[in-house]
């Protein structure tokens, strides 16, 4: 079973993180690593912090000659900004005069963690419930991703609306199963706003930055898609194996996420049956779909069509112009605190999706096919996928 770990503050000396149980002999470099690292860190409305930090990973161990060797691999994520922060974040404690903070923000972790921990500062909420974390996490699920990328498993996603402005030519993922994902990835890539047409990204960048002017932020809607994903993946035998519950866990999990869907979603809830489920057909004798409403996923299991995630973002909590709140240390009614933020990362945040969907599927293929060195792996999915639908002709011929 593959594991990640990740550590690290916001304002801290790195981002750590640990990854385990991937087999040996992947190919892997930290370009690779770097590129993902890079496109989290894109998109127009994004706050000071991208122009300070440019994340590099380093690999400490578990890599050797750009191939993954079976142990557990070790990355750090340097953040440049720590030199202003060492006194603050000091492990021994230190004689700077520095500001406990006790006005926490609506919508953020700033009040919940301070209760929970009994923390008498807010800053130890902010630094660890930062979105900050995810740079650690994008590292890590890269392997997953590189590792899908041997068995023809390929993820994107592309941002659907920001500040409720959806665009008129809006792509149907659902229609059919030929959707060219890693084209229309790089075709949102080269959109400051992670869009797929130029009049859609006009309207929200003037959106963004009205946002701007009135000291307010935004979320918005995407969509991750991932492609070659084989039947089998999850099961319906326990609540903890579904993969569409594994999935929407590991969206919910990033930053402000706040509603999943799995196809299409809360939409089929208004239709007949006979117009939400996807036919079984055959095409050059192989079982396929006619449409794809359950995005790739029928009773927890994958279904060899594209696995379609729809997720929702909500606005950041950090408001230049902020709302009311309560000062824990006087107790009375003050405006928010503000701290250093974006006024939108709906477009980093559906990378950091892309990075969580690859980790699930990477971890539901190796617990189906197995595997200490990636050629043992492969053998074993070969040998599934070119028997898979004999087996089955052979067991209801029976």
């Not at 006790?102 to 953020?108: A, E, L, M």
């Amino acid at each position: 079973m593959i594991e990640f770990q990740t550590a690290g503050e916001s304002h801290g000396k790195g981002l750590v993180t640990i990854v385990s149980g991937f087999p040996s002999n992947l190919k892997i470099l930290p370009a690779y690593i770097n590129q993902q690292l890079k496109r989290r860190q894109s998109g127009y409305g994004r706050g000071l912090r991208m122009k300070i930090e440019s994340d590099q990973v380093e690999i400490i161990s578990g890599i050797r000659f750009a191939k993954t060797i079976g142990s557990p691999i070790s990355m750090i994520i340097w953040n440049n900004d720590w030199q202003n922060w060492k006194e603050i974040l000091s492990v021994e404690g230190s004689n700077y005069n520095y500001e406990k903070i006790s006005i926490p923000r609506p919508g953020h972790a700033d009040l919940v963690g301070s209760v929970k921990y009994n923390y008498d500062d807010i800053r130890n909420s902010i630094e660890r419930s930062s979105a900050r974390e995810t740079a650690a996490r994008v590292a890590a699920c890269t392997v997953a991703r590189r590792f899908l990328e041997e068995f023809g498993i390929y993820i994107g996603s592309y941002v659907e609306s920001i500040g409720g402005i959806y665009s008129k030519n809006t792509l149907d993922p659902f229609v059919t199963s030929k959707i060219n994902i890693k084209r229309i990835s790089n075709t949102a890539d080269e959109s400051p706003v992670r869009v797929l047409d130029k009049e859609h990204e006009e309207k929200i960048i003037r959106k963004i930055k009205s946002a701007k002017k009135k000291g307010d932020t935004l979320g918005g809607t995407f969509y991750v898609i991932a492609t070659g994903v084989p039947v089998g993946l999850g099961s319906f035998a326990s609540y903890n194996s579904r993969l569409d519950a594994d999935l929407s866990h590991a969206i919910m999990s990033i930053n402000a996420v706040k509603g999943v869907e799995i196809g299409d979603g809360f939409n089929l809830a208004n239709k007949f049956g006979s117009e939400v489920h996807d036919e079984i057909t055959l095409k050059n004798n192989q079982i396929t779909r006619s449409s794809n409403r359950a995005g790739g996923i029928e009773g927890g299991i994958s279904n060899g069509m594209p696995v379609i995630i729809r997720a929702a973002m909500k606005p950041i909590a950090t408001l230049m112009n902020p709302i009311s709140t309560i000062d824990l240390h006087k107790f009375k009614t003050v405006k928010a605190r503000r701290e250093r933020s974006d006024f939108v990362a709906v477009p980093a945040c559906s990378v950091i999706a892309e990075s969580m969907t690859a980790w699930v599927l990477a971890k539901r293929f190796l617990e189906k096919f197995g595997g200490d060195s990636i050629e043992e792996t492969r053998d074993n999915y070969n040998n599934y996928m070119n028997k898979i639908y004999s087996r089955l002709k052979k067991n209801f011929s029976k």
